[in-house]
């Protein structure tokens, strides 16, 4: 249902005290409750049928205001990162965490604007710190950032083909690159924010998790050879699975740079680094974003890190210290790779806890002078 703001702001009124009475008296016998010795069949006077359109009215309106709030939030935005080697011999994680993307790239965009990025490296740290490196300019140095109100379904969909198109270039770009050997590779996650928009980009099995109201919704999908689409995939282009990995090296489907198993270049290869795009407008119900390598979701479930973050934000509020009681929390459960994690709160830091409104501002109703008398009478009994 799309309401406009005006819808409100025009009438911004309570509804009369006769009208508030429809909503909170018991509907009299006459409505035709079975308890009340009502008739089969008998008609509903037309009194009755107005009492009901009000009530009817009332509500409408009040599902637009519910509506109407909703497009009323904005972000407030700040994040928290930690990572830790682990247990493996070197790192190879990198990530980036950019709060006020606008100030960042010195141009006027909507705000909040920001941008987030995971990268697990494999065959050594290069590609990682590569893709890290090279991360903005591969991202935004063609993008034109819109003010609020130039968001729209067409540069929405701008945007996805060319966070797409970036993520394409990063491992092109891995290729031409000597520094990186073709053995090397990594996988990739970003988070790009404007205004209330949120869009996730992923290749490979970093994951992005959104809480809703305390619900862990997934924003990404991890691209293993466990997960049936990929695997049906892979062994349609002629990959094979071995034990959880792909043609018995990688445990991902998909991944920037590991060139020795994508060329020569143009030919379908099981191996790519197409990314899978979500997009979510977020509401007042989205409290903070989770990002992680895989070190994170080998030894916990996306339900289990939300719930260890809900529970820190409401001690200390503290998004850094969350991500670090994350990785702690991976560590004592014994994961075996390398850790990284970036938490985004999405909310305001005096957010109390979400309850149902107990005033709502509705839109009059307006009846004739007969016809509150008659409403009057039927609510008196008489």
């Excluded at 909503?23 to 008998?42: I, S, Y």
């Excluded at 935005?77 to 990530?95: K, L």
């Excluded at 609020?148 to 701008?158: G, M, Q």
């Excluded at 670090?324 to 075996?336: D, Y």
Aim: charged fraction near 25%.
């Amino acid at each position: 249902m799309m309401v406009s703001e005006t819808m409100f702001t025009e009438a911004d009124v309570i509804c009369p005290a006769t009208l508030q009475q429809v909503l909170d008296v018991q509907r009299p016998a006459v409505f035709g409750d079975a308890g009340a010795g009502a008739v089969a069949g008998e008609s509903v006077p037309a009194d009755i049928s107005r009492i009901e359109s009000v009530v009817n009215c009332l509500q409408t309106v009040n599902d637009a205001a519910v509506v109407s709030d909703v497009v009323k939030f904005v972000p407030r935005i700040r994040s928290g990162s930690y990572d830790n080697m682990g247990s493996r011999p070197s790192m190879e994680d990198e990530h980036i965490t950019v709060d006020d993307l606008s100030a960042h790239l010195g141009s006027e965009c909507c705000t909040p604007s920001a941008f987030y990025a995971v990268f697990d490296g494999h065959g050594g740290p290069e590609a990682a710190a590569y893709v890290k490196r090279n991360a903005m300019k591969l991202f935004f140095e063609d993008t034109v950032l819109p003010e609020t109100s130039a968001i729209d379904d067409i540069f929405l969909k701008e945007l996805e083909s060319y966070h797409r198109k970036a993520f394409l270039l990063a491992d092109l770009a891995l290729k031409g690159d000597c520094s990186v050997s073709n053995s090397c590779g990594t996988t990739a996650l970003t988070a790009l924010i404007l205004g209330r928009h949120l869009l996730v980009a992923n290749v490979g099995d970093c994951r992005a998790v959104l809480c809703r109201k305390g619900v862990a919704v997934e924003m990404s999908q991890d691209h293993r050879p466990s997960f049936l689409p990929e695997r049906i995939r892979v062994e349609e282009l002629g990959g094979r699975i071995n034990d959880g990995y792909l043609n018995d090296c990688l445990s991902v489907t998909r991944a920037l740079g590991d060139w020795d198993l994508k060329l020569p270049v143009g030919s379908a290869k099981p191996l790519i680094a197409d990314p899978d795009v979500k997009q979510v407008i977020l509401t007042e119900d989205d409290e903070f974003l989770i990002i992680g390598c895989d070190g994170i979701w080998d030894v916990m479930t996306s339900q289990y890190a939300v719930s260890l973050v809900r529970q820190g934000l409401r001690r200390h509020s503290d998004p850094y210290q969350c991500a670090r009681e994350l990785v702690m929390e991976a560590l004592r459960l014994n994961t075996s790779d390398n850790l990284t994690v970036i938490v985004i709160c999405l909310s305001s830091l005096d957010r109390p806890e979400s309850f149902p409104s107990q005033r709502r501002r509705f839109r009059c109703c307006s009846l004739s002078e007969e016809a509150r008398n008659k409403l009057k009478s039927l609510l008196e009994g008489n």
